[in-house]
């Protein structure tokens, strides 16, 4: 008799999941090694140096101080700060603006008061008539979320060992730039009757009209007025990369921002810059100048791994929506769809490439990146090619791939490096074959043991189909994404310190870049 004790646990809620294959793994782990010291919401560099005089600030106002009221003092001051650049019609890269932006369009007149405890206390619940709770959701502010970790990296800041909990402080003496020297350098470059008009507001927790004309300029995190304070900043920037750590003295980031400076000065465009430029810069580098260089080997990898990511996740996204228009999110063999998509592509590949199926994989000759493809770059096929053309475009390349990947994955190794493994050791299969292969192993089960081990560490369950008894249904559709290198932010960075200049290398920049290039002769 079947077992009738009813299943009461709570259901498990699908969500959307950001990485449905684990492939962005690989380039997120790449960017991070090769742009350390900032993240991709780390927007305005000026955030540096404002932390650390707010951290040296606290400790003169409560010395004996205990994680939660640094909290509550650095939220304070964050709510404050995306209120000067609201009033100063300047919000890009600002934690807290839109909070802050609606907020003060509800303040008009010639005389009011924001109450910054109101709008920065994380212990409140309920949220207001419009369905606003607090300026920032985390805890911990923008600080403890994005900032605090990279600030550590550098050695501005660290924590005391002695203080009862978390509570942050700047580094001081030490032989690289400190938090206490960025400090000093806002201290002294901003007056002082200034310095203490927002002390002062973060202390009684309200900030008026008049107020906020007054922090205006000096506070501004969209500008930095003292040239020393800029000064020092690019300093620390084509600083060593973990100042702190001196077994792992890499300049990853320096060596970057070198190759970064060439491809401004080189590039014929003008205007927005988009991430894979770059990306594609330091590939076709790689491959035209036999350039061993870490970084520039680290480049070439980020931008194979983003191709194979962005292509693999075009063709899962290209499964579900066929799961859900064809065959109406009814159940499918496995093998029935995955031989559906092989014969498509297959098909595609006769027709406009002249590669017959049967072809065995060692013996296919022009398939590149570096010809345009013929093929519809909407098709199925053209996503397929696009991961072939990686492989035998470096296929030559394995071994210092391979060097970077153990590097960066050691043993657990999940990168194109290891896809191209698995090609080299089938080169006698057909195309068919491999094509098939590749649906079955990196799209449909890639996928199920992702969402798995996502759900056993976390109980979220990303899953975008079902599989059961071999067969297949839809939950729900995904829309492919490209992964965010830094590049932007990098970008953001050189122009607060007047080294770009919309999107153009300056004066400054070009004089550094002559000064790096010096250092390489």
């Known amino acids: 008799m079947p077992n009738q004790i009813p299943f009461i646990q709570k259901a498990v809620s699908p969500k959307v999941g950001l990485n449905p294959l684990g492939m962005q793994n690989a380039c997120i782990t790449a960017y991070t090694d090769l742009l350390p010291g900032l993240n991709n919401v780390t927007n305005r560099i000026r955030y540096y140096s404002m932390y650390c005089w ?151 927790g309200t900030v008026s009209k008049d107020e906020l004309e007054m922090l205006g300029s000096d506070f501004d995190m969209n500008n930095i007025h003292v040239s020393v304070e800029k000064e020092i900043l690019t300093q620390l920037l084509f600083e060593n990369d973990y100042p702190t750590d001196y077994e792992n003295n890499t300049e990853q980031r320096k060596q970057t921002l070198y190759y970064f400076l060439s491809f401004i000065s080189d590039r014929d465009e003008e205007g927005r810059l988009h991430d894979y430029e770059f990306t594609t810069y330091m590939y076709d580098l790689y491959h035209a100048n036999s350039n ?24 899962f996204s290209s ?12 159940w499918l063999d496995i093998d029935t769809l995955v031989d559906i998509y092989t014969q498509r592509i297959c098909d595609e590949f006769a027709e406009v490439l002249g590669l017959s199926k049967q ?39 394995f071994e210092s791939l391979s060097k970077y990947s153990n590097y960066l994955y050691g043993d657990e190794r999940a990168d194109f490096v290891a896809i191209m493994k698995k090609f080299n050791d089938t080169g006698d299969e057909s195309l ?50 490209h992964t965010s290198p830094r590049i932007r932010n990098l970008t953001m960075f050189l122009s607060d310190l007047d080294i770009l200049d919309n999107y153009t290398i300056t004066s400054k920049g070009a004089s550094i870049l002559k000064d790096m290039s010096n250092e390489r002769v």
């Not at 607090?134 to 203080?163: C, H, N």
């Not at 909407?378 to 991961?387: C, E, V």
Request: charged letters at 25%.
């Open 432 to 481: 068919e074959r491999v094509i098939y292969t590749y649906m079955y192993n990196e799209i449909i089960y890639r996928h199920y043991t992702v969402a798995f081990t996502k759900l056993a560490q976390t109980n979220i369950a990303t899953h975008k189909f079902s599989i059961q008894d071999h067969k297949i249904r839809m939950i729900s559709t995904y829309s492919p994404s």
């Open 54 to 204: 707010l951290l040296d600030k606290f400790f003169y106002i409560y010395p004996e101080a205990e994680e939660e009221e640094q909290i509550d003092y650095i939220r304070k001051s964050e709510y404050l700060l995306a209120l000067i650049s609201v009033h100063n019609n300047d919000v890009g890269g600002v934690p807290g603006v839109l909070y802050a932006k609606a907020i003060k369009e509800e303040h008009v007149g010639d005389t009011w008061t924001i109450d910054l405890v109101k709008g920065s206390d994380f212990r409140k619940k309920e949220r207001d008539e419009n369905g606003r709770l607090t300026y920032w959701k985390q805890k911990g502010g923008a600080f403890r979320q994005y900032y605090a970790s990279v600030l550590t990296d550098m050695g501005l800041i660290t924590l005391p060992y002695e203080k009862k909990g978390y509570v942050y402080s700047c580094t001081s003496s030490q032989t690289w730039i400190t938090g206490k020297m960025l400090s000093d350098i806002i201290s002294s470059g901003v007056p002082s009757d200034v310095q203490k008009i927002f002390i002062d507001c973060i202390k009684k």
């Open 359 to 397: 072809t065995k994989l060692s013996d296919i000759a022009g398939v590149t990146l570096y010809v345009e493809c013929p093929l519809d770059s909407d098709s199925d096929a053209y996503y397929m090619y696009q991961i072939l053309a990686l492989y035998f475009d470096n296929k030559e390349k």
């Open 292 to 315: 061993e260089e870490d970084v520039v080997i680290g480049w070439a990898s980020y931008h194979i791994n983003e191709m194979w990511q962005f292509n693999s996740l075009c063709l």
């Open 319 to 330: 499964m579900l929506d066929y799961l859900n228009l064809e065959v109406a999110n009814e």
